[in-house]
């Protein structure tokens, strides 16, 4: 499959009056046509801020990307004109955000919400659109879709918002569906059903996915690759099935550790990492995991940890090779 | 919300009932009364002063004249003269064989209503409103979208004197720069029929509420701004320009367009320091001169007037809401 986006090198910063929070520190990665690509890590790793700065959606002032480059069909997304990107926002590469509660105007009706990326980017009537718009909601389970055009967005309950938002994500048919954990917000049975249709959807149409979240579980049958982020860098990168019998940085193993499995005989206590994720104000020289890590040695405290090939297609950024013990 | 409306028109009875009950205990308590001339002037002499106030039942106690005022009382020939529950708001002391009802709402012979004392009032609130509405709002977007510029500064300036400056403080000002040294307007026109000596007293009553307007619209903005949705419509590929016309102002403008209702009340009942300082043929300017001569029933018709103006003002608050935000019903 032929590779559509090319991120490498990314760092974004924010200027705020207690300092510079340097957000994302150098990330890198592709996607493949079709594929599904999820960014996993606790809240504040910067899994958010990599998304936006491909899109340039981030809010500026404070932000800003500092260094690297997101290639789309040839073309930088990072140096793209305003108005380019705008024709590739929404059309191409199209987002899902966290709260479905928030994320829409309250005082527009659906129909006009759902329809308008199609409004904007292709020449068709207003009519036509609402057609498409009742169309895509009912492909993504709206019932009588096309009398709820004309509701608002409070009249909906918080999963069928979810799905509301996904139909206008796709109504464009993008090559990229970027999802933002798009069901933090959610009760369990609704996340479950939401990650159902993204499949649904993503079998019909092909699309490829980034998916953004923080839990594990979710991820381990949806994605193809997995990405973990910390302190606004990609610690650890590998195929679904490698990382989940293989986790390599001690931090990928903490989640995992939180993680209740089935497949594992025997009582195992869940276990999780203590303290917060960091926000960093100052270029992070030492690896930003370590006042958490229990296989932390002198060299994490000096100098920060590069990609390391541990497996097949799979990389880890630690010095420790936490499988012997030993430092790298 | 039928019912709602109804309901709130009914709450009007005992607020006129309590707004008509202080008013008339702090008139009666003033010394003085409606006979009482300049010393300077010819005195009505007491035999007559005792026969008005038979004529007119001020000799009555003052509980019977309150609710002869509300209710009615008979005449001496027996015949029921009703009160203020038919509409009617007394003969003025003062303006002999007029009613308060045509001192404020009779426009002059061939002219239409907005030719009363009332409509003058009510052309000059609207006209402030106007100013501080068209000035007020750009301002406050231009500032919130702009945030922390010059532009937004220089707004902050004028908004900060609008607000903390009295009207009648900037008045002096503007007459000494605009009639006094550039004679672009006359302090006291002679006739209210020309445009243009409308534009000072509506600049000036206007100022204080184009300056909260501005500050209001702003702080709105800059919290739409922030919302989710706005991030939501560029991410759709939106352009900027519609980002904020489609998604940023109306959810924006919703208070301060509920606040155009009362906003408006407030400039038409509370102009009568400007109409004073210009001589504007208004209520306003009725108002101070009937308290100034105890005009009783002149004051009691106009404080009900603007009590029942700043209510329906209120009322106009809730149903302005439920017309722009889909949220909000009323039941
Ligand atoms: N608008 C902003 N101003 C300042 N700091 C920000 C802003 N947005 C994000 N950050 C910082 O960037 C870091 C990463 O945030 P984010 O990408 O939202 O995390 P998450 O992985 O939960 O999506 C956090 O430390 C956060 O404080
Ligand atoms: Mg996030």
């Not at chain 1, 609402?130 to 492909?139: G, Q, T």
């Not at chain 2, 006209?127 to 709002?137: C, K, T």
């Not at chain 2, 209510?311 to 935000?325: G, K, R």
């Amino acid at each position: 499959m032929a590779e559509i986006l090319n991120v490498q090198g990314l760092e974004t910063q924010f200027r705020t009056r207690e300092g510079t929070v340097h957000a994302v520190n150098g990330v890198s990665f592709s996607l493949k046509e079709g594929e599904t690509l999820g960014i996993v890590g606790e809240s504040g790793c910067g899994k958010s801020v990599t998304v936006m700065s491909m899109l340039r959606l981030i809010p500026s002032p404070p932000g800003k990307v500092v260094a690297g480059s997101a290639m789309y069909q040839g073309k930088d997304l990072l140096k793209a004109t305003d108005e380019e990107i705008r024709h590739i926002r929404g059309s191409q590469i199209s987002m899902v955000f966290q709260d479905p509660m928030t994320s829409f105007n309250p005082v527009l009706t659906i129909g006009r919400q759902v329809a308008e990326p199609l409004e904007i980017h292709s020449a068709v009537s207003r009519q036509q659109a609402y057609d498409r718009a009742a169309e895509m909601l009912a492909m993504v389970g709206i019932p009588n879709a096309k009398d709820r055009l004309n509701d608002y967005p409070h009249q909906f309950s918080g999963g069928m918002r979810q799905r509301v938002m996904i139909a206008m994500s796709l109504i464009c048919t993008p090559q990229i569906l970027i999802a933002d954990e798009p069901t933090t917000a959610l009760d369990v049975t609704i996340q479950a059903q939401i990650v159902d249709l993204v499949k649904r959807l993503r079998d019909e149409l092909g699309m490829a996915i980034i998916w953004i979240t923080h839990d594990l579980g979710i991820i381990a049958g949806l994605a193809d690759r997995v990405a973990v982020m910390y302190g606004g860098f990609i610690i650890e990168h590998a195929p679904v099935k490698e990382l989940y019998t293989n986790p390599t940085h001690p931090y990928t193993m903490g989640l995992l550790g939180s993680l209740p499995r089935l497949d594992v005989s025997g009582r195992k206590r869940l276990t999780s990492i203590e303290g917060i994720p960091p926000v960093l104000l100052e270029a992070p020289h030492f690896c930003p995991f370590a006042p958490r890590c229990k296989y932390a040695v002198d060299r994490c405290w000096n100098e920060n940890p590069g990609d390391f090939n541990v497996g097949p297609d799979h990389t880890a950024a630690c010095w420790v090779d936490t499988k012997t013990g030993r430092e790298r | 919300m039928g019912r709602f409306v109804v309901r709130r028109l009914l709450w009007l009875i005992p607020v006129i009932l309590v707004v008509s009950g202080i008013t008339f205990i702090l008139m009666h308590s003033a010394p003085g009364g409606p006979w009482d001339r300049d010393l300077s002037a010819r005195q009505v002499d007491p035999n007559t002063q005792r026969l008005l106030n038979e004529y007119y039942g001020l000799d009555k106690p003052l509980w019977r004249q309150f609710v002869a005022y509300i209710i009615g009382d008979y005449n001496k020939d027996g015949s029921f003269k009703c009160g203020l529950v038919c509409g009617n708001l007394g003969p003025s002391y003062r303006q002999r064989g007029l009613t308060i009802q045509q001192i404020l709402f009779m426009p002059p012979e061939g002219k239409n209503f907005f030719y009363s004392r009332f409509g003058y009032s009510i052309r000059l609130g609207v006209y402030a409103m106007l100013f501080a509405v068209i000035l007020g709002v750009p301002a406050g977007i231009i500032s919130a979208l702009k945030q922390n510029t010059w532009a937004d500064y220089i707004s902050l300036f004028i908004v900060t004197i609008g607000i903390s400056v009295p009207n009648f403080v900037i008045a002096i000002f503007l007459i000494i720069i605009f009639a006094s040294w550039l004679h672009v307007v006359s302090i006291v026109p002679r006739s209210w029929d020309q445009v243009d000596v409308w534009i000072l007293p509506a600049i000036i009553l206007g100022f204080g509420t184009m300056a909260r307007t501005a500050r209001l619209t702003r702080a709105s903005m800059l919290e739409v701004m922030r919302m989710d949705y706005v991030r939501t419509a560029r991410a759709k590929g939106m352009a900027e320009r519609l980002v904020i016309f489609r998604h940023m102002l109306k959810n924006s403008l919703i208070p301060v367009v509920t606040m155009l209702g009362p906003s408006l009340a407030a400039l038409v009942t509370g102009s009568f320091i400007i109409e004073t300082m210009f001589g504007f043929p208004g209520m306003g300017r009725a108002y101070v001169t009937a308290i100034g001569q105890r005009d009783y029933s002149m004051i009691m018709g106009t404080t009900l007037i603007y009590a029942v103006l700043v209510a329906l003002a209120n009322l106009s608050v809730d149903l302005t809401y439920v017309l722009l935000d889909p949220r909000i019903r009323l039941d």
